[in-house]
């Protein structure tokens, strides 16, 4: 049958934090640049949505 493919959660975490990390720094650096303002804006957007996906989860399976 069909398997479905291993993946680590944390790891993933850990890229869109990278991700959210570098948007951040993108975002300062084209202060200036209105083009890279308005698609750090829509990029922020896809890093928050993949963060409600995968970070969250990680999250609650975390133990304190």
């Known amino acids: 049958g069909l398997r479905m493919p291993q993946f680590d959660?944390?790891?993933i975490d850990a890229k869109i934090k990278l991700m959210k990390r570098t948007a951040g720094e993108l975002a300062r650096a084209g202060e200036n640049f209105p083009a890279i303002a308005r698609?750090?804006?829509r990029i922020s957007a896809g890093i928050k949505m993949l963060e409600?996906?995968?970070s969250d989860v990680v999250e609650l399976e975390t133990p304190d």
């Open 39 to 41: 698609n750090i804006v």
């Open 52 to 54: 409600i996906n995968i």
């Open 9 to 11: 959660l944390n790891e």
